[in-house]
């Protein structure tokens, strides 16, 4: 699933040194808008600190967001939608992927991140704090707390944590999402095995 990725499937537009990566459904329910007064707040604290958004949102949606950050806005890429290899791509060079969602029940984002030993900057709740591990894996903040969120984004900026890019994710959960563990439990369940 995370083959190191050809050069050629890298976008066309150059990636910056460093950045976060913020990815999937762009909308209310994860984080997006959350995460976009964050930003603000985090500025303050690091003007430099750099973020790739990928992934379908409303048009209004995006201007609202660029013109809420005025000149920050230059620290954020707008992608839209992206080919799988390219997503996966930028996600592996990325020192951080930020999803911090309100609502979710099996985060895709997460685990796609924890596969690539990618942290994960996420929320306290929405099942992503049965993925990551704070200090570990990740960091995670109280839902819809902006300046926990803002805070948490400045300290992995910083590298003031351990939850740094290029880990392996072992947990009982990655076990259980197993291609063979997780259709063996579901024959179980059905009472096919």
Known sequence: MFSEPEENELPD????????????????RK???????????AWAEEPA???????PA?????????????EHGRNVTYYGALPRP???????????AVLPSIVDN???TVIESLLAGVPVI??????IDELVQPGITGEL???????????????????????????????ATRTEMSPPVAVGNLLRFAGLS
């Open 13 to 28: 537009r150059p990636l910056p040194d460093r950045y976060f990566v913020h990815f999937g459904q762009l909308r209310t």
């Open 31 to 41: 984080g997006t808008e959350w995460l976009a007064e964050a930003l603000l707040l």
């Open 49 to 55: 600190l750099t973020m790739l958004w990928i992934g």
């Open 58 to 70: 409303e048009k209004a949606s995006v201007e609202r967001w660029y013109a809420r950050w005025a």
């Open 86 to 96: 390219q997503l996966h791509a930028i996600l592996r060079r990325a020192s951080a």
């Open 106 to 108: 099996l985060p895709n």
């Open 122 to 127: 996420g929320s306290a709740g929405a099942s």
């Open 141 to 171: 903040v109280p839902i819809l707390d902006t300046p926990a969120l803002a805070a948490a984004m400045v300290r992995v900026w910083r590298g003031q944590t351990s939850a740094a890019p290029g880990f392996t994710w072992t947990s």
